[in-house]
């Protein structure tokens, strides 16, 4: 199975601040990924698909970028709402994994 | 807009059958266009992919091996629904269970998520 590593796995910033995290996949995927967003007691919610691509509905400060091995989710301008936990997922090959994910807390 | 709706119990005894439905509103089950899967959180797992029923032209079915020998997804199409059984429980299988959409649409990442269940695994 594909193995994905986040990094880093806590992270604490501010308000406005401009944050960006890594994923990191143990081969090759080309831009089969996805981002998430977790809330406490609610299911994920899909920021982002195949590397790049915003979910309809998702602010335009969410972006992703990256392919290959190597990817990252960046928030322009981190607003309260997003304090949260985010999770990449690969699906390009079965079965889909996820990774352990990157908690961003209020600094 | 896509609606999951999960309902099963919250406790299993070891050893029984976790069943769960999860009922489909906005889409079809049967739709050429979507995959439906079952994906499970833990604590210690954190989040796994455990399966997916999907209808190109006839039924298709993935598992992950962990739990390929007592898993079965199967789609209801006369409720618009698709459900989760895994068997021989044991509290290694307690996480909240999700059911979840992958969308064609969006390269199969799972786009919309039904609300979640706790099942927990005990006597």
């Known amino acids: 199975d594909i193995q994905l590593t986040h990094s880093p796995s806590f992270l604490s910033a501010s308000v406005g601040d401009r944050v960006t995290m890594t994923c990191r996949a143990s081969?090759?995927?080309?831009?089969?990924l996805a981002w998430y967003q977790q809330k406490p007691g609610k299911a994920p919610k899909l920021l982002i698909y195949?590397?790049?691509t915003v979910q309809s509905g998702v602010p335009s400060r969410f972006s992703g970028s990256g392919s290959g091995t190597e990817f990252t989710l960046t928030i322009s301008s981190l607003q309260p709402e997003d304090f949260a936990t985010y999770y990449c997922?690969?699906?390009?090959?079965?079965?889909?994994?996820f990774g352990g994910g990157t908690k961003v807390e209020i600094k | 807009q896509v609606q999951l709706q999960q309902s099963g119990p919250g406790l299993v005894k070891p050893s029984q059958t976790l069943s769960l439905t999860c009922a489909i509103s906005?889409?079809?089950?049967?739709?050429?266009?979507?995959?439906w899967n079952w994906i499970r959180q833990s604590p210690s797992r954190g989040l796994e992919w455990l399966g997916r029923t999907y209808y190109r032209s006839k039924w298709f079915n993935d598992y992950t091996m962990s739990v390929k020998s007592r898993i079965s997804i199967n789609p209801d199409t006369s409720k618009n629904q698709f459900s989760l059984q895994l068997s021989s429980v044991t509290p290694e299988d307690t996480a909240v269970y999700y059911c979840a959409r992958g969308g064609v649409a969006a390269a199969g990442a799972l786009d919309f998520w039904g609300q979640g269940t706790l099942v927990t695994v005990s006597s």
């Open positions: 906005g889409d079809s089950v049967s739709s050429n266009r979507a995959a």
């Open positions: 195949a590397a790049s």
């Open positions: 997922q690969q699906l390009n090959s079965y079965p889909t994994t």
């Open positions: 081969q090759g995927i080309s831009s089969s």
